[in-house]
Every structure is written in C-alpha cells, then in structure tokens.
C-alpha cells in the first residue's frame, strides 16, 4: 500500500513540474493556461484512483487474514479427529445378513436352512393284512391271496417317517453352491416302534450340475396327487438314486435334466449266479414343459439301463432294460386340480413302485437266458381345497404285465394285474399341522390261473391315519 502512494506521488509531481516548466517556456497566452487547468484536473482524478486502489487492497488482506484464520483452525481440527480415531477402541464387526429362516455362519457366506417333520401314523387292514404282510406302506402287490383265509384286522404304527433335513447355500462365482441332507428312519425295520436310520436326499448343486442322491428324472413326484400313505398311489415312483446330472433350461417355462444313475438296477441272484445287474450306470431323462400361466406342467420321462446275470467271470448274459412315461397335472381353478400318468416299462423293477421283479433268468446249458418282465401302469387323480382348512383328493392307479411273454410263462405266482383306489382327506387346523384320512381298497391278480381251491386274486382294503407337524 505505501508503494502505491509513492509511485501516484512521484507520477503528481513529475506532471506538474513538467507543466510548470513547459508554461515558463511558453509564451503566457490563453490556450496554455487552459492546458495547465486540464492537466491539474487529471493528477486529481489519478490522486482519487490510487486511493481507491489502496482501499481495496486493505480489504483484500483482511480476507486473506481471514481464510489463513479458518485454514489453521480446520487443520487443528483434522488433526484432534485423527488422535482421537487412533484412541477408540477396535468394532467388531456385523455379522452376516441371512435370508428369512436362514442361519449365517461365521463366514459371512455360507447359510444353513432345518427343516423337517414329526410324524406318526397309523394303520388297520381290514381284509389283506396278515404278521408277513403288515408293513405301513400300501401292500397290495404282496397280500395274501383270498383262498389263504389270511386273518382279518391288522394294527400298526410307525413314527419313522419322521424327517429332518439340512439346507446349505453358499454364494460363488459361478452362481450358488446349494446341498441339501435329508433323511428319515424308514430303513430297515420301521413298524410298530421300530425305526432305522436312512439317508433321502445328499447332494450338491452348483449352476446347470448335481451330483448325489436324489430323486431320479425317470419319477414322477411331480405329476401325482397327495396321499396319505408315505410310499405314493400305484403308477407312480420315488426312487432317490446317487447321480450325475445336468439340467439345461430351453425356454423360460421348458428345461431338460439327464442323469447317469449308480447302482444294481435288478440285483437279481440264485443258487449258482453272482448278483446281477448293470455293469454301466443307468441314463435317465426328464423334459418339462409347463404353461406361461404356471397352470400346467407336463413331463415326459426315459429310461436305458443294462441288465445281467453271470455264472463266472467269463460266462454271463446281458439284456437291456428300459422305460417311457408321460404324466400331467393342470390347476382348473385354484382349488381343483387333475393329475394323470402313464408309463411302458420293460426289464426293470427298480423305479415304479409296486412292480414285480425286472426279469426271469432261466438256465441254458451252462449260461442263463434273460426273459424280461414289461408292463404298463396308469394313475389318474383329483384334488380339492375346500377351503383353507381341509382338502381331499380321490386317485385311481393300477400296473397291468404282458401276459404272453417268456416273463409271464416262466414268472410263477408273480402278479399279473394290480389296481388301487383311495378316497383322503386332510385337516390343517394350525400353521404347518397336517390331520390326514384315507381308504385304500386294492387287489392283485397272478399269473397262476385259479383252481377250485387256490385262488388268484387277493384283496386290499385299509385305513390310513396320519398327523405331521412340519418346521
């Protein structure tokens, strides 16, 4: 600021010195004392300028002692706020979020779901049931025959289909790892108190893969109707095989799964052969298709496998064993829904339930002949919803054997025709508590014919109750 009043000081006085200078030179006429009154209105307005200037530049540094001011305050601050950051104690941190009904584990990542049931049920076969026969799955593919005069009224109870079941999911890069372990104590013996441990489903999914025991391609769970009876209706399966299998979806509503399935497929044996069955695991096959309304769902079902049966290592017979199947069910309103089946099997008696064993291996010289068995069955069924506490369904199922093949000719007492009809109802008085009724009236006919006193046919007729409580 004094720099500036000097330089406009210096600039006054050289202009009035020059002025004064130059008029004592000149000649004293009008026109110059004009010029020297012009000239001493302009050093004025200079004086004014610079103290304008010298104005300003006092508030300019008034500003800046100001925001140096707030700087070193803001500073101060930022440094009290790191000290005290450095002081506070380490927080643990959040555990993992987890979906409803999921427990996350300490990981972060990896989820768990329990669920399972407690169940009891009950039995009384009024005409079918005998000590050899009492099972608390439907028996109509083994009852007595009628001319056995088999005893009538038999009770049994079983709390072995009891269930309890892990759900895992893990996120990965490729998408969610899942498995599922589910069991229940339906092994060996289950009646009347009785229970054994028994593994359902134990496998592992990750994108378009499984690998592990599940229920197969080739059954039909998803096309039956809901009974009481733990085992299913006639014309339909629940076999839970160890797999490899690869689901490809189409179209949003139409997937495709293939499977190779482990294990004997017959497992038949005799006096001089090994343990039959496949030496190469069995391929299974599902399409889906369902409606865009999700009304509709129809499926449609294959089956390859190889059957065998060895005297010695270097002596054996093998034949092939397969199946087709179609089965449907469609909501008619939300409360009526109709289901159907069918299936062509030959050479297996692994996958359907109620069937009879996959063939008859009969001796030729030192080797055997394979005569595989091949039937049809059919289910058709109707579910009701009464209303939000009580539903019935009425199912009608039977399996029918070829009954002019080597199977049949050679096959014995085994059963020839098999029919079931069952009439339920069921009873949810609370969340998650199912109080379920059924009749079951079935027979079975042989292949042996009838004679005055062996019959060929036997009848069924029971009474299923059952009470579940799921979580």
């Given amino acids: 600021m004094v720099k500036v009043n000097k330089l406009a000081l210096s600039i006054s006085a050289a202009l009035i010195l020059g002025t004064v200078g130059s008029a004592q030179a000149a000649t004293k006429s009008n026109t110059q004392q004009q010029q020297v009154a012009d000239l001493q209105a302009q050093v004025a307005q200079l004086q004014q ?24 305050q803001q500073a101060v601050q930022l440094q009290q706020q790191a000290i005290q950051s450095l002081e506070k104690p380490a927080i643990a941190p959040k555990e993992a979020s987890a979906k409803p009904g999921w427990i996350a584990l300490a990981d ?21 049931g005998n000590a050899s026969t009492t099972d608390i799955y439907n028996i109509t593919n083994k009852v007595p025959l009628n001319s056995a005069n088999a005893p009538k009224g038999a009770l ?14 893990r996120p990965t890069s490729y998408g969610d790892l899942t498995a599922k372990i589910e069991t229940d104590f339906m092994g060996g013996s289950y009646t009347n108190g009785y229970g054994s441990f028994r593994v359902r489903h134990a496998y592992a999914s990750l994108d378009k893969w499984l690998i592990g025991q599940t229920t197969s391609p080739f059954v039909n769970g998803d096309t039956v109707p809901d009974v009481v009876d ?7 399966g629940s076999r839970r095989n160890v797999q490899v299998r690869y689901t490809q979806p189409i179209t949003k509503n139409q997937k495709v799964l293939v499977a190779v399935e482990g ?18 695991p069995a391929l299974t ?9 999700k009304k509709g769902l129809l499926q449609v079902h294959g089956l390859l496998h190889e059957n065998r049966v060895a005297t010695n290592d270097s002596n054996d017979k093998e034949g092939l064993g397969w199946g087709v199947g179609v089965g449907a ?15 062509h099997v030959k050479g297996d008696s692994r996958y359907m339930l109620y069937s009879n064993s996959a063939y008859v291996a009969t001796a030729n010289g030192t080797s055997y002949n394979i005569n595989p068995s091949e039937f049809n069955s059919a289910l058709v069924g109707y579910g009701h919803k009464w209303n939000s506490e009580w539903r019935s369904g009425l199912a009608a199922g039977g399996i029918w054997y070829n009954d002019t093949n080597a ?10 025709t098999q029919y079931n009809i069952i009439l339920n109802t069921f009873y949810t008085p609370v969340k998650n508590v199912d109080i379920g009724a059924e009749y079951t009236y079935g027979q079975r006919q042989t292949f042996a014919a009838s004679t005055a006193t062996t019959s060929d046919k036997g009848d069924y007729s029971r009474l299923n109750l059952m009470a579940k409580y799921s979580f």
């Fill in 329 to 343: 069910k469609y909501n008619l309103t939300p409360s009526d829904t109709l289901f159907a089946n069918y299936y």
């Fill in 263 to 280: 294990g004997d497929v017959d497992n038949f044996s005799g006096t001089s052969q090994t343990s039959g069955g496949g030496r190469l």
């Fill in 285 to 293: 096959a599902r399409y889906d298709i369902a409606t865009a309304d």
């Fill in 230 to 236: 733990p085992n299913g209706p006639m014309g339909s």
């Fill in 407 to 416: 199977y049949a000719k050679s096959s014995g007492g085994a059963n020839k």
């Fill in 49 to 72: 300028l610079v103290q304008q200037l010298s104005s300003q530049q006092q508030q300019l540094a008034g500003q800046q002692s100001q925001l140096s001011g707030q700087q070193q």
């Fill in 108 to 128: 972060g990542q990896t989820q768990l779901k329990i669920y399972g049931s407690a169940r009891v049920d009950s039995t009384y076969d009024f005409a079918g």
């Fill in 156 to 169: 049994n109870v079983s709390a072995a289909n009891s269930r309890i079941g892990l759900d895992i999911l």
